[in-house]
């Protein structure tokens, strides 16, 4: 430290472990201050009629910034619909999303917790990508879709911290999201093939036959092909021409 160098002024919190400079406690401010200002902004289109409705999370500023310094990645949040300063402080939401919200954007490019069908400050983030597969979701921090009922908030609170923690310690559910391996998947399809070809011998094919496709489950097969989309073409057109011949099969076993 040079002569006359007044050192960096901090505040600890020593039982949440939290250390602060005056550098973050000025960007807190600043981020409290705009935060304050978007709600009243909000409002006002509101009662101007420029927007459809709106709930606002003005007054809950410094709870919302203290919630967002205890937060880690992999932490979920389960909201109840005014902790638009958190969002904004731990990087899951941004000015441009909270008005995009407020206006009912249906693009989710602009507004990505809900298109647009769920009130303004009701946040949530997706487990899944576009393709069907799980995100890690311990890179970054995870919300729960706000809900109105209080009542509610504890339980579901307490069932993702109890999920969370299962994640975070389990290794086979890490695994999971991560993708499976080729070894582990021939371990998890070598089960199911002994059942299946043990099923043909007892019951014949038609009445064995399992899959979406039994089922009548489009959904399911829709997300099959999604999902193999990341793999070359020649997996996809395996993927329908097994579909077709299920068709077949359990045409036979409906006639």
């Known amino acids: 430290m040079k002569t006359g160098e007044r050192p960096a002024a901090t505040i600890t919190t020593p039982r949440a472990k939290v250390t ?22 909000g409002r006002r289109e509101v009662l101007g009629g420029r927007a459809p409705f709106g709930i606002f999370g003005d007054g809950k500023e410094i ?14 949040r389960s909201g109840y619909y005014r902790d638009q300063t958190f969002m904004l402080a731990v990087g899951l939401a941004t000015f441009d999303q909270y008005f995009a919200q407020l206006y009912a ?21 997706r487990t899944v990508d576009d393709a069907g597969q799980w995100r890690d979701l311990l890179v970054t921090g995870q919300v729960a879709s706000d809900i109105s009922p209080v009542a509610a908030h504890v339980p579901r609170a307490v069932g993702l911290a ?12 890490r695994d999971m999201a991560a993708g499976f391996s080729r070894q582990q998947a021939v371990r998890a399809l070598l089960p199911l093939t002994r059942q299946t070809l043990g099923n043909f011998e007892r019951i014949g094919g038609p009445a064995s036959w399992t899959g979406p496709a ?13 999902a193999l989309r990341r793999f070359p073409r020649e997996y996809r057109a395996a993927y329908a021409a097994l579909t077709r011949l299920s068709v077949a099969v359990l045409t036979i076993r409906l006639g």
């Open 20 to 41: 602060l400079t005056k550098d973050q406690v000025i960007a807190d401010y600043r981020l409290a201050v705009r935060s304050r200002a978007a709600s009243e902004i």
């Open 63 to 76: 709870a919302n910034l203290g919630l967002a310094h205890a937060f880690r990645p992999g932490d979920w």
């Open 105 to 125: 954007d249906a693009d989710l490019a602009r507004e990505p917790f809900s298109a647009g069908r769920q009130m303004s400050n009701h946040y949530a983030t």
């Open 162 to 173: 109890w999920a969370s923690k299962l994640y975070r310690n389990t290794q086979g559910l």
């Open 214 to 226: 039994s089922r009548g489950d489009l959904a399911t097969i829709r997300k099959h092909l999604a």
